[in-house]
């Protein structure tokens, strides 16, 4: 299974010509987890807050085209990530305390992922 951040995900179609039936659809988005210190690695920093999106409308218009759908709905769901990618990510938090809140790794992906992490074997 790749790593990712889970969104569950409700978007409409809009045809511009004819109609379609149902019209709003539910599906799961995975967003890459990115590799500290790759640009996009703090993604979790910027988007969520005790396992929660910190702003779904400003969050919307991403998944947006990153669907090519209008997205109506998005709702943080879980990051799912390997125990070696887990350890790159605490040993980069530990490294960057400084942009954080909390004193600990542990803390602070408590503060931004809440219990939603599900950590998972590397196939």
Known sequence: MDS????????????AIGSVEPHRF??????PLVAPPKDGWLFFRDWLWHGELTDRAQFRPIVSDALGVTVTNVQFSEVVI?????????????????????????????AHLG???????KA
């Open 4 to 15: 990712g951040y889970i969104f569950r995900v409700e978007f409409r179609l809009s045809p």
């Open 26 to 31: 539910k599906t799961v988005y995975r967003h």
């Open 82 to 110: 390997s125990q070696p990618e887990l350890e790159c990510l605490d040993v980069a938090i530990e490294n960057n305390l400084n942009q954080f809140g909390p004193d600990t790794s542990t803390a602070v992906r408590h």
């Open 115 to 121: 219990s939603s992490i599900r950590v998972v074997d």
